[in-house]
């Protein structure tokens, strides 16, 4: 996390962001901690020239343990700023308060703004070098103590053309616990991807090979994407217990609707079928052999 | 893709004389099926004839009791169309469902009967509706213009103008979409005319677009889905099977998309 002498931020991040929206999410997270705008924090990925270590987003990890060491870079860059402040100020540093980008001196009204204070650590014109070192620039890494546990439920309402075997989803309503959400829109697009993926797997997407092993569905035009109007309006909603093992109490999201969404789709089309003798992709042709036995049971 | 020359008519006659001249040249209309062929080599023509900007191809009227439609009309032009949304809905419905937006806006009539995919929609349509296909040698009815998959009537160098299509049938289509081209997977075309009834299956057949005569005669008694319960339904031994839809599941669903078919022709 580089500090410029401006009071604008850099955050050189392992965590990649591709569509996830970390640009948006972690530089939340910074502007808020520090009390700056939210357009005063760039944050880079996926630049091997100046991110040195990196391993993409999966896992549903990057709020938990992206944005832990975050925190934990952002708590170094407190501490030091509280250092420079305390020159600045000429008080103690145990009597430096920092909030809403202000330092300031207990029980009195001296106070300094963020950006002078970072450009006071490079300037250094209130310490020495002996006193401390100038510069405002941290790095922190973060392991995790224990994964995490988002839970949820996830509620398919679907409807069997039973003379086509074609299956509508009718509903989905969904409330996940995500512990502590920092920005709820992109939480909600990531459940809503989440679920079309997961409706895909269910009732569209496979692949097929012939008996030479030669590849079907090798284009779009026979491998089945899930598109808009596969879906439905999806209703979600969550509740919020933080994760007791991160400093945020973030639980990951980025794969809950993926993993929520086929056994939903998959135990309402057994249970409008009334039997489980059924794979996925349960596409029209597989749903309609399977709604011609539980006919014909029905009939027996 | 190949190198290959582009020309760009402003004229039919334009395009009559460079059809005429250039040896294995290939007619361009919304590229839809060309460039992909194109593209991944199956096809090197060494000429294209881009047939966008000859005025006689575009557009639809009426003229008496039939609707004329341009060869470079567009689906999304059908699909929209006053006149044809007045006269034939079904038909405006059926090039409405064709692909998606892209395809529908690129794509013409002129280009889907030419290439008579076994898949395609137009096909089933314009047999039910006994449209007339026009060339720039002559006329022929759509039974005679579609001989089989991916072929039809068209000698070398000649070029679908328009397609005429009389109006005053009950008339609808009833498609199963691929549900990942969005292609035909079965579709049933119905048309009543006097007491004439068409069925013509698309999607289905293994070779190409065929009328199901025993629904016809079915229909012809008495016009109504019901009519078609007595009788079964073409045999899944002449049907197409892939991984999407096996001949049986495609007999079965011509059964129901006729019945659907029938239902919308005689609604309203
Ligand atoms: C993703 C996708 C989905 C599709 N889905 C459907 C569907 O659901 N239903 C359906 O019916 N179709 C579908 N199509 C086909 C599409 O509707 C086009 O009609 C078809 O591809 C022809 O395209 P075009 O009109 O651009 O003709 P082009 O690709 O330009 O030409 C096709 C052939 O016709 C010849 N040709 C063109 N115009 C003339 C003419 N006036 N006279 C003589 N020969 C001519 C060309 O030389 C070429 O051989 C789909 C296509 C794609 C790519």
């Known amino acids: 996390m580089r500090v410029n002498p401006v009071g604008t931020v850099e955050v050189l991040t392992g965590s990649h962001s591709h569509g996830q929206g970390h640009e948006t999410t972690f530089a939340q997270l910074v502007a808020g901690r520090l009390g700056i705008p939210i357009e005063n924090v760039a944050i880079v990925h996926g630049d091997t020239d100046k991110v040195q270590m990196g391993m993409g987003t999966y ?86 103590t224990n994964f995490t546990f988002p839970s949820g439920v996830h509620i398919a309402e679907v409807e069997i053309d039973p003379d086509t075997g074609v299956t509508t989803i009718a509903k989905w309503t969904a409330v996940d616990d995500f512990g502590v959400i920092i920005n709820p829109m992109i939480v909600e697009g990531q459940v809503h991807g989440g679920i079309a993926q997961g409706i895909g ?62 056994a939903a789709v998959m135990n309402a089309v057994t249970d409008a079928l009334g039997h489980e003798n059924i794979a996925m992709p349960a596409t029209p042709q597989a749903v309609w052999l399977a709604a011609r036995a539980s006919f014909a049971k029905a009939a027996e | 893709m190949y190198a290959f020359d582009f020309h760009r008519p402003a004229t039919l006659r334009q395009a009559n004389s460079l059809v005429g001249k250039l040896g294995d040249a290939k007619i361009l209309a919304g590229g839809q099926t060309l460039l992909p062929t194109m593209k991944q080599r199956l096809a090197s023509p060494s000429a294209v004839i881009d047939l966008s900007g000859v005025p006689e191809l575009a557009g639809i009227e009426q003229k008496g009791r039939n609707l004329v439609i341009g060869a470079m009309t567009s689906h999304a032009e059908v699909a929209t169309s006053a006149l044809v949304t007045a006269a034939l809905p079904g038909l405006a419905a059926l090039a409405g469902g064709i692909g998606d937006p892209h395809v529908r806006h690129k794509g013409t009539i002129g280009g889907s009967i030419a290439n008579n995919d076994p898949a395609a929609d137009y096909p089933a349509g314009l047999l039910a509706l006994g449209a007339t296909i026009v060339t720039n040698r002559r006329k022929m009815p759509a039974a005679e213009f579609f001989t089989g998959m991916f072929s039809t009537a068209l000698d070398e160098g000649e070029i679908i103008t328009k397609v005429i299509v009389p109006i005053g049938a ?37 070779d190409g677009v065929f009328r199901w005569t025993e629904a016809e005669a079915a229909l012809g008694k008495r016009f109504n889905a019901k009519s078609l319960d007595g009788i079964t339904n073409p045999a899944a031994k002449d049907l197409n099977s892939d991984i999407h839809a096996s001949a049986e599941y495609r007999s079965h669903l011509i059964g129901v998309m006729a019945r659907r078919a029938v239902t919308g022709a005689t609604a309203k």
Not at chain 1, 223 to 235: E, H, K, W
Not at chain 2, 194 to 203: D, H, K, P, Q, R
């Open chain 1, 59 to 144: 896992g549903s990890r990057s709020g938990a343990v992206g944005m832990s060491a975050i925190v934990k870079a952002l708590d170094k860059i407190e501490a030091k700023a509280k250092k420079v402040a305390s020159f600045v100020l000429e008080a103690a540093e145990a009597d430096i308060d920092f909030k809403d980008g202000k330092f300031s001196v207990k029980g009195t009204d001296k106070s300094v703004d963020f950006a002078s204070v970072a450009l006071q650590a490079y300037v250094a014109h209130k310490f020495t070098g002996e006193q401390l070192e100038p510069g405002l620039k941290e790095g922190a890494f973060y392991d995790p």
């Open chain 2, 170 to 206: 009950k008339f609808a289509y009833a498609k199963f979409r691929n549900p990942a081209s969005r292609y035909a997977m079965v579709g049933v075309a119905v048309g009543k005319k006097g007491s004439s009834v068409v069925v013509a299956v698309t999607g289905a057949g293994s």
């Open chain 1, 201 to 262: 797997q269910a009732l569209l997407e496979g692949a097929v090979y012939d008996a030479n092993g030669q590849l079907l569905t090798a284009s779009y035009m026979d491998y089945t994407m899930p598109r808009a109007d596969d879906l439905p309006s999806f209703r979600v909603d969550h509740t919020t217990t933080p994760c007791p093992s991160n400093p945020l109490g973030i639980k990951g999201c980025g794969e809950a609707g993926a993993i929520a969404a086929p």
